[in-house]
Nanobody, 123 residues
Framework: QVQLVESGGGLVQAGGSLRLSCAAS????????MGWFRQAPGKEREFVAA?????????KSADSVKGRFTISRDNAKNTVYLQMNSLKSEDTAVYYC???????????????WGQGTQVTVSS
């Protein structure tokens, strides 16, 4: 079982950047596929980006963030990151980190979730 703690959220102007971090503990981090999701007020939670476990660390991201957001991981630090550039007001949401052990990257089903971190983009 893994525990997840997000950090790095905050208030930023449109066009600015933020980097979110998600620190994992409790299990072998390198065995987990990691994902980022977000939920805006009044909307359902949506997938943002994911990075696979194992060799290659393939990634995928939602069309709405492609070219602006980058997911990466540092297994030595048990941490996954979400670098967010060219932020827009529609990126405002609570961002959640998620994990699944040895899970496939092609589906959005995750077993473990963090508490979330608020990102607010002012226009």
């Amino acid at each position: 079982q893994v525990q997840l703690v997000e950090s790095g959220g905050g208030l930023v102007q449109a066009g600015g950047s933020l980097r979110l971090s998600c620190a994992a503990s409790g299990d072998t981090f390198s065995m987990y596929t990691m994902g980022w999701f977000r939920q805006a007020p009044g909307k359902e939670r949506e997938f943002v980006a994911a990075i696979n476990w194992g060799a290659g660390y393939s990634t995928k991201s939602a069309d709405s963030v492609k070219g602006r957001f980058t997911i990466s991981r540092d297994n030595a630090k048990n941490t996954v990151y979400l670098q967010m550039n060219s932020l827009k007001s529609e990126d405002t949401a609570v961002y959640y980190c998620a994990a699944k052990r040895s899970g496939a990257i092609f589906n959005n089903e995750y077993n473990y979730w963090g508490q979330g971190t608020q990102v607010t983009v002012s226009s």
